[in-house]
């Protein structure tokens, strides 16, 4: 039985498909793109978004671990966008491509919904 490829557009993405995705500002101009996505196990909804933004050729490359609900995918420009001016993106909450944010650690990730302002995919704030 031969499977069909189905050809109409839908509102789902293979995970696959959005690592790589550039992030660009609402005015088109690139930030960077979507390193890793972050699941919680329990719900099966996505947390996080990895952005890796900086550096050349990986060498002083950040990630910036975002909360999901602060991309908005445009169809226009086939990105993810953020609405985020340089200097917020520079104080964010980031760590290192050769380091590892504590994803075990709320009280980290509490702090990282504070900076944006948004509720945590947990529930309180």
């Known amino acids: 039985m031969a499977i069909e490829v189905m050809t109409r557009p839908h509102q789902l993405i293979a995970s696959d498909r959005v690592e790589g995705t550039v992030v660009r500002r609402p005015n088109g101009d690139k930030i960077g793109h979507i390193e890793r996505l972050m699941i919680d196990k ?16 990986g060498i002083g490359t950040n990630l910036l671990p975002l909360p999901w609900g602060r991309l908005c995918y445009s169809t226009k420009s086939e990105a993810y966008e953020l609405d985020i001016e340089d200097e ?8 290192g491509a050769d380091k590892d944010f504590d994803w075990g650690d709320r009280a980290q990730e509490a702090e990282l919904h504070r900076y ?10």
Not at 88 to 95: G, Y
Not at 116 to 125: A, I, R, S, T, V
Request: proline share 9%.
């Open 88 to 95: 917020e993106l520079k104080r964010a909450p980031s760590f």
């Open 42 to 57: 329990v719900s099966g909804k996505v947390s996080y978004a990895v952005l890796s933004f900086g550096g050349f050729l």
């Open 116 to 125: 944006y302002g948004m509720p945590p995919y947990w529930g309180g704030f």
